[in-house]
């Protein structure tokens, strides 16, 4: 089991940057593989990134590719999701999860954090 706390979120500009981070506990973080996810209000929670246990697979979702850099360092039991030229459109509450399967499915991820509002202002 893995309990996960998510930080970094807050209010950005839009065109701006933020880095969020994903702090596990627990001694076995470097097996689970790990995802961010994003929940707007009124809308459904979406995939934004995922990285396998090793860093050698990583999924971006098509609206933040080329935007966003999702990166872990298991010896800190840390993930991290760069964000940088914010929208307007990336504002939502972003979630950190832990799973045992690789992939862009919620239900791929077992484990969540409480999450950490990003607000982008235009």
């Known amino acids: 089991q893995v309990q996960l706390v998510e930080s970094g979120g807050g209010l950005v500009q839009a065109g701006g940057s933020l880095r969020l981070s994903c702090a596990a506990s627990?001694?076995?973080?470097?097996?689970?593989?790990m995802g961010w996810f994003r929940q707007a209000p009124g809308k459904e929670r979406e995939f934004v990134a995922a990285?396998?246990?090793?860093?050698?697979?990583?999924s971006y979702a098509n609206p933040v590719k080329g935007r966003f850099t999702i990166s872990r360092r298991n010896g800190e039991n840390t993930v991290y999701l760069q964000m940088n030229s914010l929208k307007p459109e990336d504002t939502a509450v972003y979630y950190c999860?832990?799973?045992?399967?690789?992939?862009?499915?919620?239900?791929?991820?077992?484990?969540w954090g409480q999450g950490t509002q990003v607000t982008v202002s235009s």
């Open positions: 999860g832990a799973g045992s399967v690789f992939g862009t499915l919620a239900s791929n991820f077992g484990f």
């Open positions: 627990g001694r076995t973080f470097g097996t689970y593989n």
């Open positions: 990285v396998s246990w090793n860093g050698g697979l990583i």
